[in-house]
């Protein structure tokens, strides 16, 4: 099985910053995409950012040149930069892992979710 551990999320004023953080855990053999979402309330989840194994980034048009999401390959972990933060950018975040686990004699993709973290902006 894969665990992921989600941190940094939190309350700050407009126009301010937080960093979020999500460490995979497991058996883990590969890791491919690890990427972030976000639901805001009475709204469907939405992607925001998401890297590839081979660093390729990829951002929701809302947050372009003010979020920055990068990955550790060693410390399996993926963060999500936040600047210049907005009322709009009100939601609980979710990050989201992709790639292989061994099991038993076997090698299984995995899709792992996690549990969530709050990321508040007053305004």
């Known amino acids: ?9 939190g309350l700050v004023q407009a126009g301010g910053s937080l960093r979020l953080s999500c460490a ?8 491919n995409m690890m990427g972030w979402y976000r639901q805001a309330p009475g709204k469907q989840r939405e992607p925001v950012a998401s890297i590839t194994s081979g660093g390729s980034t990829n951002y929701a048009d809302s947050v372009k040149g003010r979020f920055t999401i990068s990955r550790d390959n ?10 210049s933060l907005k009322p709009e950018d009100t939601a609980v975040y979710y990050c989201n892992v992709r790639g ?3 099991v038993s004699w076997a090698r299984a993709p995995f899709d792992s979710w996690g549990q969530g973290t709050q990321v ?3 305004s």
């Open 120 to 122: 508040t902006v007053s």
């Open 24 to 31: 995979a855990s497991g058996s883990i053999f590969s890791i």
């Open 100 to 102: 292989s686990y061994d």
């Open 1 to 9: 099985q894969v665990q992921l551990v989600e941190s940094g999320g």
């Open 74 to 83: 060693a410390k399996k972990t993926v963060y999500l930069q936040m600047m």
